[in-house]
């Protein structure tokens, strides 16, 4: 993602928080699964909204593939209910010791996004799992 322009950056910034408002997640929920300081407010979240690309650091680029890879993997899962993505995200799943998807990303941050990601996409999963 760091040679995307700056035009293109602020597209997938929009993408993403329009993701993140899909499922519904508060202000605080946001900025953990984003990885931004917690200092963050709602203000700086409306931002990304509109007019402002998220910072290019390294862990957030990360982050925002692990966004993009899980909505999309919810997308085709549920093509026909659009609300199925957040009730997925918080319903307890026996494959993660009956925690919710969205309690996993928020409680191990990259390393949860990357579990749910695993969970739903089993290309993805896959092809991670030779990259070890």
């Given amino acids: 993602m760091n040679n995307y322009t700056d035009e293109e950056f602020l ?17 605080e929920e946001t900025v953990n699964v984003l ?13 990304y909204r509109t007019l402002k690309a998220f910072p290019k650091d390294d862990l957030i680029i990360k982050r ?3 966004i993009v890879g899980i909505s999309d ?3 085709t899962t549920f093509p026909r209910n659009k609300n199925m993505a957040e ?17 996993i990303i928020l409680e191990e941050g ?3 996004l990357c579990k749910v990601r695993s969970e739903l996409d ?3 999963a896959w092809n991670a799992s030779r990259e070890n």
Avoid at 12 to 25: A, G
Avoid at 88 to 101: A, D, G, I, V
């Fill in 122 to 124: 089993v290309t993805f």
């Fill in 87 to 103: 009730k997925w995200l918080r319903t307890q799943h026996r494959r993660f010791s009956n925690e919710t998807p969205l309690k």
């Fill in 35 to 47: 990885g931004l300081s917690s200092q963050t407010r709602k203000r700086q979240l409306d931002k």
């Fill in 11 to 27: 597209y997938i910034t929009k993408t993403v928080m329009n993701v993140l408002d899909s499922w519904n997640l508060s202000t």
């Fill in 64 to 66: 925002l593939s692990h």
């Fill in 73 to 75: 993997a919810l997308r």
């Fill in 110 to 112: 990259l390393e949860g």
